[in-house]
């Protein structure tokens, strides 16, 4: 889920206009409605502000990625230098 769209489900869920929610986060109307839009990358602190000033707490998880991952190729990637990444990049694409 977009984090916009995270704070603005939530905002409608408590019936607040984003002037409301602006006023509990001490922000702007005009910053709420920005990060509604994603026009912004918001950052975690901002969005926990947004949420706790509507009595919401964020949480975040994490879970093993299913499918062809492979922390072996993973390491071997992360070992080479940026320029090399690159060059194997483009020669996938071409």
Avoid: C, K, Y
């Amino acid at each position: 889920m977009r984090l916009g769209l995270l704070v603005r489900s939530t905002r409608e869920r408590h019936g607040l206009t984003q002037a409301q929610l602006a006023l509990r986060a001490g922000t702007s109307q005009n910053a709420v409605s920005r990060v509604e839009r994603d026009e912004i990358s918001s950052s975690v602190d901002t969005i926990q502000r947004l949420l706790g000033a509507m009595g919401e707490q964020l949480e975040l998880s994490v879970r093993r990625i299913d499918g062809d991952f492979d922390p072996d190729h993973l390491a071997d990637s992360m070992a080479q230098t940026m320029s090399e990444r690159l060059e194997r990049s483009l020669a996938w694409n071409r």
